[in-house]
């Protein structure tokens, strides 16, 4: 796993975890597109890719109870999710890649292809956070433009859907080729 995160900054997310919790909060339709495409494509396992504090695993869970999806969770930031997660027919990626590692992205994309069978599904801030760690950085350490993550994308998945906010907040429906 040191491929995809260096012990210096698992170390600082990990204590960023136990002090303030990760992750924000997931809007509603979210849940409501995975389970949509979940079902479009007959997909029965789900994983959550830098889970946090398990909010989407809560949200599926709140608005589809009998769902039959299991949903594993991988983040390297809490200690007991940080194995190596199983390969899932589909991927979530919910505001996680702004926070990678620039010289481990590629390494990263390669591990979430890696561990989807079908489809992922990726939110993508491409603006600096307004939170930053104890040090003073910034929690996004990589803030690309939308056009520079599908260009990362595009070599190894037909890019399905694409969606932008003003240029801050890209979203895109991966399929695995």
Not at 77 to 99: F, M, S
Request: with cysteine; proline share 5%; glycine share 6%.
């Amino acid at each position: 796993m040191d491929s995809l995160i260096s012990k210096e900054y698992k170390e600082k997310i990990v204590a960023f975890h136990k002090k303030r919790g990760w992750g924000g909060p997931i809007s509603n339709n979210v849940p409501s597109i995975i389970y949509t495409y979940m079902a479009l494509s007959q997909a029965n396992s789900i994983l959550d890719y830098g889970a946090g504090s398990s909010l989407f695993k809560e949200k599926m869970d709140q608005q589809y109870p009998n769902a039959k999806f299991n949903i594993h969770e991988y983040e390297p930031g809490i200690i007991g999710k940080d194995e190596d997660p199983p390969v899932c027919d589909a991927t979530v990626c919910l505001d996680v890649l702004e926070h990678i590692e620039p010289n481990k992205i590629d390494n990263v994309l390669q591990h979430i292809y890696d561990k989807t069978n079908k489809w992922a599904y990726v939110m993508i801030c491409c603006i600096p956070s307004r939170k930053t760690f104890s040090d003073g950085q910034n929690l996004h350490l990589l803030t690309r433009e939308p056009n520079w993550w599908l260009e990362k994308f595009k070599y190894e998945w037909d890019i399905f859907d694409i969606k932008t906010y003003n240029g801050g907040f890209l979203e895109v429906l991966l399929i695995k080729k």
